[in-house]
């Protein structure tokens, strides 16, 4: 083999590697932002932060981080594409504050900030501004999906009494009698939306703002209303 050969083939290799180790950190992100209190959006410190990646219905391993002084997280080397959703989640005083999906910025970087909040109980703050329900009848009975939008106008999250006045409640609703196969929807983290009899709970607070809110369940066409 002469040298020109043995040249042209170093070449070709020391390219493929460089070719392979730019692939190898294209497809890698970073995910930074800041956690902030209320209105006047103070920094917070020591607050977990979890980095929800979700691919179609499907959630895979995510991470978590805590904030420094300054509230910032930063998550490394994160895998993109393969149509990848990113979600940050944390939970302040008993609330839970998700935001997300992140969009990357102007600049191909990608941020999102979480505000949190303390919790009061100015009930008379909060309202449902919106209420849609969607009824659709079937062989077995009536499926139903309840979508709400619900505002919270004080500076604080709300949190008030529960049905037997010894739980917290954030928000109670009435429902129809002997409904089945509740599921919560938006808005909703597992556990924390309960049907009992004809009531739903929450047992999270409400964040200021404005928030959706949506469960469906199915009501067997022998069920009282």
Known sequence: MNRHVRATRALIVASLLIAGSLAG???????????FKGLDRVPVANQKVTLHVVRGNEEVPGATKTSGADGKVRFENIPDGNNLEFYVATEYAGAFYTEGPIRPGHDGSYRQDLTVFDVGNEIDKVEVSNHHIVIERKDDGLHVNEILIIDNSAPTAYLGMGASHADKSGIRLGLPASIKAFEPGMGAEEGTLIAQGRELMSTRPVPPGQRPLSFTYHVPLSGRM
């Open 25 to 35: 950190t294209a497809h890698a992100l970073v995910i930074e932002g800041r956690v």
